[in-house]
């Protein structure tokens, strides 16, 4: 069974960074897309990066591209390094995990993850 759990959200000031960690157990596929998503309160689920394999080839969402940086250093552990945080920036964020490696379109889509973690709040007050 596989299972994603979020780590390292919390509360910072505008201009600090942050480092999500997302640890992934019963996950094997190290050639399979993962990325983060956040949601803000009242708004829909928002991609915000993603990598297209273990090792290969990223995107970013046009709002974090310049201060975001998603990372894995094996299929197991997922990173999101997020520096030069913004108030908009506040969200939930969910770590996702795909069973095949998507196709460069396919990874924007939500439903195109079957793995998903519970989520890790982050806050940015201005």
């Known amino acids: 069974q596989v299972q994603l759990v979020e780590s390292g959200g919390g509360s910072v000031q505008a201009g600090g960074s942050l480092r999500l960690t997302c640890a992934a157990s019963?996950?094997?596929?190290?050639?399979?897309?993962m990325a983060w998503f956040r949601q803000a309160p009242g708004k829909g689920r928002e991609g915000v990066a993603y990598?297209?394999?273990?090792?290969?080839?990223s995107r970013y969402a046009d709002s974090v591209k310049g201060r975001f940086t998603i990372s894995q250093d094996n299929a197991n552990t997922l990173y999101l390094q997020m520096n030069s945080l913004k108030p908009e920036d506040t969200a939930m964020y969910y770590c996702?995990?795909?069973?095949?490696?998507?196709?460069?379109?396919?990874?924007?889509?939500?439903?195109?993850?079957?793995?998903w973690g519970q989520g890790t709040q982050v806050t940015v007050s201005s």
């Open positions: 990598i297209y394999y273990g090792g290969g080839s």
């Open positions: 019963g996950y094997t596929c190290s050639s399979c897309s």
């Open positions: 996702a995990a795909a069973s095949v490696r998507l196709s460069w379109w396919s990874l924007l889509n939500p439903t195109s993850y079957s793995y």
